[in-house]
């Protein structure tokens, strides 16, 4: 059974929405598939006037506030979370 490492992405905001990635093992290790996303440097205002910086990643054309290695889940736990079969199929 084909296994997959799952990166959880956070869209920007105040809302918690994440997007939900998936790499195969067979050829992407750990620290391939984080390096998908590339950190970008951004800046906020914060309640007191001033600027600061932080990493967000991009990746796809999408900026995300944060990415979180979610582990190594095979093809069945990931049909039962809701992903098709042909969604997998074509990673």
Do not use: C
Not at 37 to 66: C, H, I, L, S
């Amino acid at each position: 059974m084909r296994q997959y490492h799952m990166i959880s992405a956070k869209r920007m905001g105040w809302d918690q929405i994440y997007d939900y990635y998936l790499f195969p093992t067979d050829r992407y290790t750990k620290k391939s598939a984080l390096a998908e996303f590339y950190p970008v440097t951004k800046e906020t205002m914060k309640n007191n006037g001033q600027w600061y910086k932080y990493t967000a990643y991009e990746f796809r054309g999408e900026t995300y506030y944060d990415i979180i290695y979610d582990g190594i889940y095979d093809e069945s736990n990931l049909l039962r979370r809701g992903f098709t079969k042909e969604e997998l199929d074509n990673m």
